[in-house]
């Protein structure tokens, strides 16, 4: 025995030395793929040699000759510190994810090549301008000088991910950068959610003002009434209709949600215009953007072109040039139509139109699984557009018998020439030349606020528009009947009719993605626009003000912590809360006492969110069944709307049960779920409840944060102030694993200082780098969450000071 254990013994410790050195082997292998802080290497195609200082924080400034040379570098920069995040942000524009992730992104991969981004990228690179298509051939070949390049003895081509899945990425293409475009686009372009969710609320026989009362309009809107769904499509009975559900996508699309404004020289301390913007995208690890300085030559003059870039891309969609900055929110577009199609009964392969019967165009699609066997299926495209697969949203559920639903959106525009728009604002003189930039704005639509070094200000949201007829009561809020001609779009907005404010007299513009319409403007944009409260809270700090503005304002508006709606729900929730048993005073007083501020270190808004999400639930899950799964997120105006009495019948009874319920009733057992929740999760004691431990920013990287043994690494999660509803982006989706974790917030934050444009500052949620193991990786994570930020300089004297490395990209074959 003693024999056989020394055996055991002595086995053991080989297995544990062999697998120790297949650890250091492994973490060395991962460490070598670390990028060096200085070199040299060769890329074909570069005029002349291009110098990249990184600074401190991992932010390279580019010197090259020209805007080409610029991209080659830029390319190459993105590809050594954010090539996993363009791969998959390029293989979800083709739809082909489940060749890395296997069966569980099927239906999205089904969802995405139906849409066809691939093709409409495609043929929207073959429309740019030669300029725009060069720049583009130039960032790829930048991509590819990366994957291409020699490597030392130890050194691995690929980073971890790649590695780790053993996936080999293919040369870059340079549609591929338009891609990238579209498929930001399909994560903020988001009406045909609201119109899907209209007409489910229709099937299970909600009237027009009660889907209103969960849908409600902007207290600035007039819109028709919608006419009755009802009367117009016959839905099937509830019997016959699935309760599971509706099935979505891989990752959530349609939160929009972001801030800017931008103030003349007449309403600062300085004279000079300020401006300040915070786009707000899902977390992810690593961040949306990507920190970079160009400097180069045009036309015999020293440009600068800094801001946060969208890998995949050359574009820095944010930021500043020498002479002026802008910054970009989403306008919540009404740019996608959902159109019922007939099929004909005596022949599938036909639909309705107002000329007869038509044949889709059909195309066999085969979508490769990794370890499974390829799923195919046949994609059919309308007059309109695509028809959406049955899964998507319920719709099979939702259409009437012998229907299916095809999508009509701008963004599968062929002639999207958005990227020379982009290129064009880079190097705008004045906002007369931005203004002039944006006409090649394709999609999306951005609400857009500009100044320049002379003081001019403006805001603009350039993009098509489709027009509707006027006698289209629906108006782009529901699904409508694709063989009626009436409610065919009937042409696009012209340019001069979009909307823009130039040199307001009040000196000040803001928007937050709600209804900033000037109050004359006769065009329809949207119905659906963001909860109101953020627009509220953005044009009282920035447009009302009495103070004037200063670097030291726009940064504590970005870090503003109010939230008007949680203070809204507070005071009536407390105003009609059922006393009953077991309720702690205390807790109740200081729940009164609370300034409304989502600070990380206070219990309270940890307790109002808690109590808000388990009332809305108690509130509408009753009356909607599976159909709740479509406001399970979490939304407060219709809760609220409720509260106040503005409704259209009586919400906070349970229909579920004999007896009548009050909204006092159901907020004291929302009140009782909440408590119980917060013990589970916090403890006992109420005072120890901390928000920002429940409220962590979740920078997602995909997949790997899904993946329980390799998740803490992979993942970015400072602790958060903020909220759904302050300027503090921190937005929690209540159909979460962990319902009060922030996974919606600023993706990058700036303000620029036409006083002195170096004086600038931006940052954004993670660092520079891609790599988990590189000390950029999260190091700009902690000073984000505090709202700080660091130099946005273009002085070569500033960005040297402490620089970390050089890089020296020379000429190549």
Same mark, same amino acid.
């Given at each position: 025995?003693?024999?056989?254990? +020394?055996?055991?013994?002595? =086995? ?39 110098? /990249? ?63 066809? @981004? $691939? ?32 490597? #030392? ?26 891609? @990238?475009?579209? /498929? ?11 119109? @899907? ?127 002026? #900055? ?44 990794? #370890?499974?066997?390829? /799923? ?14 049955? +899964? ?32 064009? @604002? ?13 006409? +090649? ?106 103070? +004037? ?32 048993? =077991?309720? &702690?005073?205390?807790?109740? $007083? ?38 709740? $799964? ?14 106040? #009495? ?6 906070? &009874? ?30 006992? =004691? ?103 930020? /660091? ?23």
């Amino acid at each position: 025995m003693r024999r056989l254990l +020394k055996w055991l013994s002595a =086995g053991l410790a080989v297995v544990a030395i062999v697998a120790v050195m297949g650890v250091l082997a492994g973490y060395a292998a991962l460490t070598s793929t670390v990028p060096a802080a200085s070199g040299a290497i060769d890329i074909a195609g570069l005029s002349a040699p291009a110098r /990249v200082v990184v600074d401190a924080h991992g932010i390279p400034h580019i010197e090259a000759a020209d805007r080409n040379d610029g991209a080659r570098a830029l390319g190459y920069l993105h590809a050594r510190d954010r090539l996993w995040q363009m791969h998959v942000l390029r293989m979800v524009a083709q739809g082909r994810l489940s060749e890395m992730f296997g069966k569980p992104t099927v239906d999205t991969d089904v969802f995405l090549r139906t849409l066809d @981004i $691939a093709g409409a990228s495609r043929a929207s690179f073959a429309a740019l301008s030669p300029e725009g298509q060069a720049e583009l051939t130039a960032y790829a070949a930048g991509v590819n000088a990366y994957l291409g390049r020699r490597t #030392g003895l130890f050194e691995t081509t690929l980073p971890p991910e790649f590695l780790i899945l053993g996936v080999t990425p293919q040369p870059w293409e340079p549609w591929q950068s338009v891609a @990238i475009l579209k /498929v930001m686009a399909l994560t903020l372009d988001s009406n045909m959610e609201d119109e @899907i969710t209209r007409m489910a609320l229709a099937a299970r026989g909600l009237s027009p003002r009660e889907i209103e009362d969960l849908l409600p309009y902007d207290a600035k809107d007039s819109p028709p009434p919608l006419p009755d769904l009802r009367s117009l499509y016959e839905f099937r009975v509830r019997s016959e209709r699935s309760e599971a559900p509706p099935a979505g996508l891989a990752w959530a699309i349609g939160v929009t949600a972001s801030n800017n404004w931008v103030v003349a020289g007449s309403r600062t301390e300085s004279g000079k215009p300020l401006l300040a913007n915070d786009p707000h995208l899902g977390l992810t690890s690593p961040s949306v953007f990507y920190l970079a300085h160009l400097a180069f030559a045009e036309a015999g003059q020293a440009r600068n072109i800094i801001g946060g870039t969208l890998p995949g891309t050359p574009l820095y969609l944010l930021g500043r040039n020498d002479r002026i #900055g802008w910054g970009l929110t989403t306008t919540n577009l009404d740019s996608q139509d959902l159109f019922v199609e007939r099929l004909n009964p005596d022949n599938a392969n036909q639909y309705l139109t107002p000329q007869g019967w038509r044949d889709f165009e059909r195309e066999e699609i085969e979508v490769v699984v990794k #370890g499974e066997r390829p /799923v195919r299926f046949t994609r059919r495209l309308t007059r309109h557009g695509p028809v959406l697969p049955d +899964k998507y949203r319920g719709l099979a559920d939702i259409l009437p018998v012998g229907h299916v639903a095809a999508l009509q959106w701008v963004s599968l525009a062929a002639d999207d020439t958005t990227v020379d728009g982009a290129r064009a @604002i880079g190097v705008a003189r004045s906002v007369d030349d931005f203004l002039a930039a944006v006409r +090649k704005v394709v999609a999306p639509m951005q609400s857009m606020v500009v100044a320049d070094v002379d003081g001019n200000i403006a805001l603009v949201a350039p993009g098509r528009v489709p027009l509707r007829h006027a006698a289209n009561q629906i108006e782009g809020r529901a699904p409508v009947p694709g063989w009626l001609a009436l409610y065919d779009w009937q042409g696009w907005l012209d340019f001069e009719a979009l909307p823009r404010i130039v040199n307001p007299a009040d000196g000040a513009l803001a928007t937050a993605n709600g209804n900033w319409m000037p109050p004359d403007y006769p065009h329809f944009i949207a119905y659906d626009w963001d909860e109101p409260f953020r627009q509220s809270r953005v044009e009282e700090l920035v447009i009302g003000a009495e103070e +004037k503005h200063s670097a030291r304002s726009m940064a504590a508006i970005q870090a503003d912590t109010f939230s008007p709606a949680l203070a809204a729900f507070r005071d009536q929730a407390l105003a009609q809360l059922e006393q009953g048993a =077991g309720q &702690d005073a205390a807790m109740l $007083a200081a729940l009164r006492a609370w300034d409304g501020h989502m600070l990380a270190e206070r219990p309270e808004p940890l307790i109002v969110t808690a109590w808000w999400r388990h009332f809305g639930e108690a509130l509408l899950k009753d009356d909607l069944g599976s159909d709740f $799964a479509r406001f399970a997120k979490g939304s407060i105006e219709p809760v609220l709307n409720i509260l106040r #009495g503005r409704q259209s019948r009586d919400w906070c &009874d349970d229909i579920a049960t004999q007896p009548v319920e009050s909204c006092g009733h159901i907020l004291a057992r929302a009140l009782g779920a909440t408590l119980e929740e917060l013990r589970a999760a916090q403890g006992d =004691g109420w005072r120890q409840w901390r928000w920002g431990r429940a409220h962590v920013a979740f920078g997602e990287h995909r997949p790997f944060s899904s993946v329980g043994p390799l998740a803490r690494f992979f993942t970015v999660a400072p602790e958060s102030a903020g909220g759904s509803y302050t300027l503090l982006r921190g937005r929690t989706d209540f159909r979460e694993p962990e319902p009060y974790r922030n996974v919606h917030s600023s993706a990058y934050r700036g303000w620029y200082d036409f006083a002195d444009l170096d004086r600038s500052q931006f940052i954004i949620s993670t660092g520079q780098s891609g790599h988990f193991l590189s000390p950029h990786y999260d190091d700009l994570a902690q000073p984000w969450a505090k709202v700080e930020y /660091v130099p946005m300089t273009t002085k070569r004297s500033e960005y040297e000071a402490g620089a970390e490395g050089t890089w020296m990209f020379n000429p190549g074959r």
